[in-house]
């Protein structure tokens, strides 16, 4: 009668805590693709400041936050010329800072700008019945 009733008092506490799991936990999944960097650029090297500034439009290998990226794209100088550049960026959590090279004027050149955040995506798994 004993081993009975040890027997049942297992199963009842298996059963009863089966019946107490948590629910599925959600999980968030984040693409970090590539983006485009729009931002002010500074090309040094000229006859003064004012020349080395302009507007770039970059092209980068990730949008991922606090991390590094590859960065390659054109720049419009405030003195009418053109640029064309290869380098590394940052992607700060509200900012990019890039730094390259200016093939175009041969002069290293840096910039501030943004860059669009990446996607995320929330799923929520249905709870085991």
């Not at 009668?1 to 089966?18: D, E, H, N, Q, R």
């Not at 640029?83 to 959590?93: E, H, I, L, M, T």
């Not at 050149?109 to 798994?125: E, M, R, S, V």
């Amino acid at each position: 009668m004993k081993k009975f009733l040890a027997t049942a008092l297992i199963v009842a506490g298996t059963t009863a805590s089966a019946g107490e799991m948590s629910p599925p936990t959600p999980t968030t999944m984040t693409n970090n693709d590539p983006s485009v960097f729009l931002g002010l650029t500074w090309t040094f090297g000229g006859s003064s400041p004012a020349q080395g500034a302009g507007i770039g439009l970059k092209v980068l290998s990730t949008n991922k936050r606090d991390a590094g990226a590859l960065a390659a794209g054109v720049t419009y100088n405030f003195d009418g010329t053109i640029g064309c550049d290869v380098g590394a960026a940052y992607n700060f959590d509200d900012a990019t800072l890039t730094a390259g090279w200016d093939f175009c004027k041969s002069a290293p050149q840096i910039g501030l700008g943004g860059t669009k955040k990446p996607d995320t995506t929330t799923y929520n798994p249905e709870p085991d019945t």
